[in-house]
Structure formats: structure tokens, C-alpha cells
Nanobody, 127 residues
């Protein structure tokens, strides 16, 4: 699985961005797709995951209500709509694919649950 994220950029606080992540020659259906971010000097942080398997969506508390994850299986693409952006949202954003099936949703908050990663796209929010 090869992943390519796009849509990052520079935006003022309060603005919006929509990130896209497209996979090559593989269907996302019945697999978990996640978004993570990493700010300079900080660990990679969970943002959101589309659980598939009919299990819904996970969001980090820091972004809940401001971020929406969605998927288009026909296009092998997962999106991250980010609204009301804050300077603290500044980071490199990564999409990730998990081939793991676990009944425990908490597993998917960890980067270790994901086995394929895109190269990342920079999001910078100015104050």
C-alpha cells in the first residue's frame, strides 16, 4: 500500500483546510484509516480514524468538533476536513493504513497499529 497525502498549507487561525490521502491499487474498505500529526519536538499524535467495519469514527479530544474524517472507497481516498484551525494545530499531518483487526478501539489511537504511512503534508496555522 502506498499512500500520498495532500492539501496542507498555510492558513490563518480560524480558517479551514481539507487534507486528502489517496492509496494506490488497494481498497480502504474494511480497513482502518487514520490521521496523525507531529509537531516539531513532539511525538506523533493521533487525530482521527475511520474505523470501517461499521464501527464508526474516532477523534482525539483536541480536535473533536473541529475535524471530520471521511472516506471514499471508490477513489481509495480518505479526507480530513479541518475547521476553526488554531496555531496549536500546526504540524506535519500523516495518513496511515492499518491492516490490523482489533475489537478494542483504543488500539487505533496508537501509531503502532498502522503499518503503512504516507510521507506527510505540512499544515501551518498562523495567529
Amino acid at each position: 500500500v502506498q499512500l500520498q497525502a495532500s492539501g496542507g498549507g498555510l492558513v490563518q487561525a480560524g480558517g479551514s483546510l481539507k487534507l486528502s490521502c489517496t492509496g494506490s491499487k488497494h481498497t480502504f474498505s474494511n480497513h482502518v484509516m487514520g490521521w496523525f500529526r507531529q509537531a516539531p519536538g513532539k511525538e506523533r499524535e493521533f487525530v482521527a480514524a475511520d474505523m470501517s467495519y461499521g464501527r464508526g469514527i474516532l477523534y482525539a479530544d483536541s480536535v473533536r468538533g473541529r475535524v471530520t474524517i471521511s472516506s471514499d472507497d471508490a477513489l481509495n481516498t480518505v479526507y480530513l476536513q479541518m475547521d476553526s484551525l488554531k496555531p496549536d494545530d500546526t504540524a506535519v499531518y500523516y495518513c496511515a493504513f492499518s491492516s490490523l483487526y482489533s475489537p478494542n478501539d483504543a488500539v487505533y489511537y496508537s501509531p503502532g497499529a498502522y503499518d503503512y504511512w504516507g510521507p506527510g503534508t505540512q499544515v501551518t496555522v498562523s495567529s
